[in-house]
């Protein structure tokens, strides 16, 4: 099932204080490299165990959680463990990038 982004309701003190792993997924629902991101981001978080947290968050000009992680292309995938980012991959083309990157986070045996 795919998320759409929703707007920004994390403050960077929010995604700091997050446990485990999360992605913070930003990007808007018209942008087409978002759009064709989609389904291999879904597929990769899918593949774990079910322990990474995924947040899609609409961003754009001004929008104070995606400026505090320098975010200039979407989508733009910024992967916490325990609020620290670990890994980061942006405008990714393969779910094996995703994979990658969940990986560095420790987010499950399989990737």
Do not use: N
């Not at 994390?10 to 629902?29: C, I, M, Q, S």
């Not at 978002?34 to 593949?47: E, F, G, K, S, T």
């Amino acid at each position: 099932m795919t998320q759409d982004y929703l707007p920004e309701t994390l403050t960077r003190a929010d995604a700091d204080a997050l446990p485990g792993v999360t992605v913070l997924d930003f990007g808007t629902g018209w942008c087409g490299h978002c759009q064709m991101a989609m389904p291999l981001v879904d597929a990769a978080i899918r593949a774990g165990d079910g322990a990474v947290r995924h947040v899609r968050i609409e961003d754009g000009r001004g929008r104070p959680l995606g400026r505090s992680y320098r975010v200039k292309l979407w989508p733009t995938l910024v992967v916490l463990r325990d609020g620290s980012e670990v890994a980061r991959v942006v405008r990714p083309q393969a779910r094996g990038e995703v994979e990658q990157a969940l990986a560095v986070a420790g987010a499950a045996e399989g990737y």
